[in-house]
């Protein structure tokens, strides 16, 4: 089955960048969605087909997708935004969530 | 406004049966699948299964096929998940998503989630 792996962390200043990738074989020929998901929250669609924003998500969000790589960016970084990432593609019939990662703002 | 609202909290033992619901309101009930998506304590998600209310088609993770049971009641925009024999390992929060329409399967994602049922399994 498909595997998307997602570091376990990231940590970024406020103000600052960051970005949280997910690796998967070939992921650049998918299309690579990104759900936010605050403490005790529901999961929250931020960025869908790789890099496009739902309304009333901040254009500070976007996202990229090449190679074996996909890619969210956190631009100018808010204490709001810490957060579990998940990535998501369709594979095989299925639909993959990648591992998550925990992004802490200091 | 859409919405999909869950039902409540459950608190059960090893061996007993469970359906829990998710209504959706705000759009065509019909024409959008429904998915579930399982996340253990501590753990991260996982895609249990789909159903398109239109017609009852109906399809499975490998993962959970054969474990739990995904119908839908288009009458009252309704879509269920139910176990049979629960296990402690069953305990975990349990959200019902709307699938994205237009495009092809690798551009589907989730738009929008229930606020989550909580299922509890202990002797």
């Known amino acids: 089955s498909y595997e998307l792996t997602q570091p376990l962390s990231v940590s970024v200043a406020l103000g600052q960048t960051a970005r949280i990738t997910c690796g998967g074989n070939?992921?650049?020929?998918?299309?690579v969605h990104w759900y936010q998901q605050k403490p005790g929250q529901a999961p929250v669609l931020v960025i869908y087909r790789d890099s496009n924003r739902p309304s009333g998500i901040p254009e500070r969000f976007s996202g990229s997708n090449s190679g074996n790589t996909a890619t969210l960016t956190i631009s100018r970084a808010q204490a709001g935004d810490e957060a579990d990432y998940y990535c998501?593609?369709?594979?095989?019939?299925?639909?993959?969530f990648g591992t998550g990662t925990k992004v802490t703002v200091l | 406004e859409v919405q999909l609202v869950q039902s409540g909290a459950e608190v059960k033992k090893p061996g007993e049966s469970l359906k829990i619901s998710c209504k959706g309101s705000?759009?065509?009930?019909?024409?959008?699948?429904i998915g579930w998506v399982r996340q253990m304590p501590g753990k991260g998600l996982e895609w249990m299964g789909i159903i398109y209310p239109g017609d009852s088609d109906t399809r499975y993770s490998p993962s959970f096929q054969g474990q739990v049971t995904i119908s839908a009641d288009k009458s009252i925009s309704t879509a269920y998940l139910q176990w049979s024999s629960l296990k402690a390992s069953d305990t975990a929060m349990y959200y019902c998503?709307?699938?994205?329409?237009?495009?092809?399967?690798?551009?589907?994602?989730?738009?929008?989630w229930g606020q989550g049922t909580l299922v509890t399994v202990s002797s």
């Open positions: 070939n992921i650049g020929s998918k299309n």
């Open positions: 705000g759009y065509s009930f019909t024409s959008y699948w």
């Open positions: 998503v709307r699938r994205s329409i237009g495009g092809y399967d690798t551009s589907y994602y989730f738009d929008y």
């Open positions: 998501q593609v369709w594979d095989s019939s299925s639909y993959v």
